[in-house]
């Protein structure tokens, strides 16, 4: 395994898009990953369309690619640039596109998607687990502040109804 990776993986990871809940990269962003033409990369895959089903690879719509170009500022088709829609793929999806290059370079970055894709995984799953706890100790600490607030009206209400003689000067 080489020590220096091929692609940085911070590079790697800004290319990571949520597209119908799903985690996809651009057809565009992997061809150059793996330095080859995207027109070649999409041949391949509708020549192995059986290895690619809906939940591995599936091309964006016209809302989702306007949003995506609202994102990272694309230009039209009627300004030279692409004239079909993007393929997206799903983490499965580019684990089956390194059998159907076939390139020594396409497996290598494969490892090192693969590892972004781990990676992206696991900073979810602290999230999520800082947010339970951020909900547990709300929860926690809210029914202390219940209970301190209860006492102060209780004082309160105690304070105001005694029986005590008015202080002051009476005229």
């Known amino acids: 395994m080489p020590k220096e990776s091929?692609?940085?993986?911070?590079?790697?990871?800004s290319k990571i898009y949520y597209v119908r809940d799903h985690k996809v990269m651009l057809d565009s962003d992997l061809a150059l990953l793996y330095q080859v033409k995207t027109k070649y990369l999409?041949?391949?895959?509708?020549?192995?369309?059986?290895?690619?089903?809906?939940?591995f690879a599936f091309q964006l719509t016209n809302q989702e690619v306007a949003n995506l170009r609202c994102h990272?500022?694309?230009?039209?088709?009627?300004?030279?640039?692409?004239r079909s829609w993007p393929w997206v793929f799903t983490e499965h999806g580019?684990?089956?596109?390194?059998?159907v290059l076939r390139s020594k370079r396409a497996?290598?970055?494969?490892?090192?998607?693969?590892?972004?894709?781990?990676?992206?995984?696991?900073?979810?799953?602290?999230?999520?687990?800082?947010?339970t706890r951020l909900d547990e100790l709300?929860?926690?600490?809210?029914?202390?502040?219940?209970?301190v607030f209860k006492t102060l009206r209780q004082l309160v209400e105690t304070a105001s109804s005694s029986d005590k003689k008015p202080i002051g000067f009476k005229t």
């Open 6 to 13: 091929l692609v940085p993986a911070e590079h790697i990871a």
């Open 42 to 55: 999409v041949r391949a895959v509708k020549r192995n369309s059986e290895r690619f089903p809906d939940d």
């Open 72 to 82: 990272f500022g694309t230009s039209s088709g009627a300004h030279g640039g692409r």
């Open 94 to 99: 580019i684990l089956m596109l390194s059998s």
């Open 107 to 131: 497996a290598l970055v494969n490892v090192q998607i693969m590892r972004s894709f781990v990676h992206l995984r696991q900073m979810i799953a602290s999230h999520e687990y800082l947010l």
């Open 138 to 147: 709300e929860e926690r600490y809210d029914q202390n502040f219940k209970e």
